[in-house]
């Protein structure tokens, strides 16, 4: 019994990383007690920091303008495409 005590009481010494953040980025960092540092992250893999949310936001925001551009165009070239296909339909409207 003795034996796993002593083998168990080092693992119970280990200290807790103490969480701090960066004044002037907001970021949080794990500092380690033998002064060890790494960043922290969300459980949704992104940093912790203020404006991690706001870049991917803006990078949705642009991936879905370039989406809708893009149909856009799509929905054009089908018009033109449908327009010189049959210019005697085209004659036939106006």
Known sequence: MGILLALGTPALAIEEPVVWRDPDTGCA???GPQGGIAPRYLRDGSPDCPDAKVGSRVID???RGLAQGLDALKREVERLRQRFQDPNRQEERL
């Open 29 to 31: 960092y794990l500092l």
């Open 61 to 63: 925001d642009t991936a």
